[in-house]
């Protein structure tokens, strides 16, 4: 059973970064596909990006791209999603999700169904 954690969520204004970790207990993340979802207040779950666990592949979702990076350290065994340049429609609760299936091909931050494991959520408010 895995277990994720998020953390590095918060309050920022418009403009500004945040940098968003998970992490599960063994500290073995970076061995899955790993992705990023969010949520905002009376929308459904939205795919923010992706890094594919053979060749660290990433996907993105156009509303991110070139804002939001997301990166993997394999010593830690963590995943991390660093967002630039946030905007208040960033607001939402962010979850990491793993799929621990040795599926060899890119990620998906479309599929949902993919990822057997999630996270909590950790909070992001963009507001000035």
């Known amino acids: 059973q895995l277990q994720l954690v998020e953390s590095g969520g918060g309050l920022v204004q418009p403009g500004g970064s945040l940098r968003l970790s998970c992490a599960d207990s063994?500290?073995?993340?970076?061995?899955?596909?790993t992705a990023w979802f969010r949520q905002a207040p009376g929308k459904e779950r939205e795919g923010v990006s992706c890094?594919?666990?053979?060749?660290?592949?990433?996907v993105y979702a156009d509303s991110v791209k070139g804002r939001f990076t997301i990166s993997r350290d394999n010593v830690k065994g963590t995943v991390h999603l660093l967002m630039n340049s946030l905007k208040p429609e960033d607001t939402a609760v962010y979850y990491c999700a793993a799929d621990l299936t040795p599926y060899p091909g890119i990620c998906s931050v479309v599929d949902q169904g993919r990822y057997q494991y999630w996270g909590q959520g950790t909070q992001v408010t963009v507001s000035s």
């Open positions: 063994g500290f073995t993340l970076h061995y899955y596909t």
């Open positions: 890094v594919s666990r053979a060749d660290g592949r990433t």
